[in-house]
């Protein structure tokens, strides 16, 4: 009996030898002329550079007929989506013809005319003449219809000048970005959505994808696809075989792993295939769908199942991968029959049962930062966003890289799934149909639809209005779908109701409180009635929050949330947070630990919780204030009154510049947060790297003695010598105040003593941070009243034409908006406005870039921000909590549902 060859040593002596063989130079690259380069090969971008260039050396060796009739013809040069073309090349986009176009022969010799625009606005024949006339060869990026989709599709396209038979052309290939090993949308593909809705075509999808990440990382990639939520959910798994039907990995809970004889599609198992071979069957063909009865592991019976299998070869060994999905599978784990699920973050991991739900026992979260209002809509606050964010939930959220991905939506509408419209004015959701709120009433389309009057409503005083500022209406198509129309194109339609700071608000409850009764209507701003985990069991604002499990949750059928209760308590500092989970045991969560890092250190010797950090855009900052704060002036303190009160000094780039070029930003990292997290910053928006500005570097350094020489040259100096310098008669005196946290008042201990140096007087003032942030418009102590001269504190968004839109004009905060407008510094920039108009009308990526760094530019040399530190978040959680994701994108406690506590 022939021994069956175990997968890990035989793919171990494969990569062995071929390490060896590189190591004495016994292996040769592919060459053209050996024909080993060929369309079906065509794998990354380094293959279709290689491929274009054996195309062109072919046109040289055969002739321009011969050249024709084998990239039509032959398989070499022509393989699915990969195939070779020749274009003229020529400034006058109108006259441009496709010479050689293997996919519609017709369209050769023709001016394609209406191809000239691709998805992206861009000039497709205009950048094709630009890159080929000024450099000869190079790669075009740009989005048309994917035949084999139907949708617009990235595809990447390099292409080589050539004379074709005395025209001046170019030869070229490409290769769709969802056709790249590893490039599958794991928001689209995963095996939630296949569990949710099954078909053959999603079914196929899947298991080529997977196929792509096996090809592309090789063994490595066996246990994610074995284990990862995005590869395993509810009753879909995926598996390997070797072409001996030697099962590789299999997710299969009811199964090995791995070894022989333990494959449902073994041949020895006549009820499903009769002794039929169906590993052979995969293996000759490549890809073949196959029908058959086998255990759902979801609920342990025998039923009908449709697998798809595809045959790869990883480091030189074939592998059968495949996947199904059972049609009689009935109810899938927390949706209902019809489209009831989510194509949320396919690696949020999912829970037991019905009946482990709330059985986890009590959760104690520390929020020193204490929430003041459970309503996100009438707080600048992040702490009371996540406080709320167990209760009431947004229609999409980010996860910790950044991603999309669906709450109380279905899937996130994009252009190719057609949830975005062609001309990116609407955008359609779809809304999940097992959610009900915690009252039993079901979440419908008009709750999102009154959300936006909720928050659009004249008086109201929504800190989020800005997100719906470039959207006409907003209306009902059904029960549960739910239309978002923009007054004009825009690339960026997720603003509205995505993040926590956006969530869905029921309608019945929130009906009387529109425009100026908002803030009067204290029951459901501090007793959200919501869909999330959780219910609110008692609020005591500005100390903490007591929640009840939610009983209708949809996840309580995956014995999600496990815990029962939780405490979100406020008071204290940082520090003691930290302690309470580092050394004392006391909670299981501690937030926002604004902490010196030698401190921090100390507390986190006692090894009793692990520390989590993230980065995303928050930066710490000075806000200037761009108007006067002084207390004698009554009703028109720190008013902008359409530009008649501004600042003495602080409007002067002069005294803005010398005030920055006098930090030192690597000693405020050093003694208050530590590599871990911040990083020294000259601008407002840190990332991503595309539109970083490099602009402002001059305040990386800290140059004292050029600060001096500054305000010198601009009159601005101590006449009195009392030692305080004047600008027009007026005292250089600042009151500079901000949150309560250590970490913040050694900060400004060390800017004190720094301008003090330059002459300039200050005070310092710090203040409760439930008070500073909250949204309590007769407090004269918050940031949106900047009673002072310069306040610090850290913010922070996800895309920057949502982020800069808190520094129009129009958002000036003041009395008129109960001081909850997002321009808290009270800048105001004809030109800044101008540009914003721009980037909220363009849609080519490259140039949204350039303009969200001028605006960046705008508004840190106007010195009303002086950036300090890019910030990251960092949190602590006890070590017997498990699923703790820390997230800088949104709510740190994005995913508090899948949290346990292990035992």
Known sequence: MMTKPNFSQALISVILLCAVAQAFGSTENPSCSDYSITAGAVRTTEDVQAFVQCAYEFVQEAGFEEARRAFHEDERWRRGQVYVFVSEVTPMTDQTRNLVFPPDPAREGTVLEE??????????????????????????YYAFT???????????????SLDWDGTPAAIGSGIYRRDIPGTCNSEEVNAMGLETDPSEERLQEFVRCAAMELESKGYFATIALATDPRWKYGSIYLFGLDINGYTLFSGDPHSGQSGAGISELNDMMDGPFGGRDVVSVGDAFGETLLYYTARNPASGEMQRKVTFVKRVVAHGLPILVGAGYYPDKGVPPGSEEEDNGSDGDPERPTGNDSESAGQGGSATLLYWQAPTILNPYLSSGTKDAEAASLVIEPLAEYNPNGEIVAVLAARVPTLDNGGVSDDRTRITWNLRGDVVWSDGTPLTANDVVFTWRYCTAPGGGCTAASSFENVASVDAVDERTVSITFDGPTSFPYAPFVTSESPILQ????????????????????????????????????????????PLYRGVESGLPSFGEVILKGGGTAADAARS?????????????????????????????????????????????????????????????????????????????????????????????????GRPTCNVWPAPPDQVSTNNDECLVQNISLAKEILDDA????????????????????????????????????????????????????????????????????????YADVQMYANSGVDPESYFGSWLTDQIAGAANFFHGRNVQRFQSDEYDRLYDELQNTIDMEQRNQITIALNDLLVGSYSIIPLIHRGNVSAHSNDIEGVRMNAWDSELWNFETWTRSH
Not at 115 to 129: I, S
Not at 607 to 621: K, W
């Open 146 to 160: 994917n035949p084999a989709t139907g949708r617009d599709e990235p595809k990447a396209t390099y292409a080589k």
């Open 581 to 677: 989970v580092l050394q004392l045991n006391e909670a299981d969560y501690a937030w926002n630990l604004q902490v010196e890092p030698e401190i921090l250190a100390s507390i986190s010797t006692g090894g009793g919780g692990t520390i989590v950090s993230a980065f995303a855009t928050s930066v710490e900052r000075l806000m200037i204030n761009q108007t006067n704060p002084d207390a004698s002036l009554g009703d028109l303190r720190s008013e902008y009154a359409d530009g008649t009160n501004p600042h003495p000094f602080l409007t002067d780039p002069a005294v803005g510049r010398a005030l920055s070029l006098a930090i030192d930003r690597d000693t405020l990292v050093m003694t208050g947060y530590g590599e871990h997290a």
């Open 115 to 140: 191809l000239r625009v691709d998805a992206f606005g861009n000039n497709f024949h205009q950048e094709w003449h630009r890159i080929l006339s000024t450099v000869g060869e190079g790669w075009i």
């Open 507 to 550: 309608a019945s409850q929130f009906a009387d409180c529109l425009g100026a009764a908002a803030a009067d209507c204290t029951d459901a701003n501090y007793g959200p009635i919501g869909t999330g985990p959780y219910i609110v069991a008692d609020f005591r604002t500005y100390d903490s929050v007591l929640y009840r499990f939610n």
């Open 715 to 786: 009159g601005i100096v101590d006449s009195d010598g009392d030692g305080v310098r004047e600008r027009e008669g007026v005292p250089l005196k600042i009151l500079f105040q901000t949150s309560t946290n250590s970490v913040r008042q050694t900060t400004q201990e060390l800017i004190k003593g720094w301008w003090e140096e330059l002459g300039v007087e200050t005070d310092l003032k710090n203040i409760n941070p439930s008070i500073f942030f909250g949204g309590d418009p007769d407090s004269p102590d918050t940031l949106g009243r900047f």
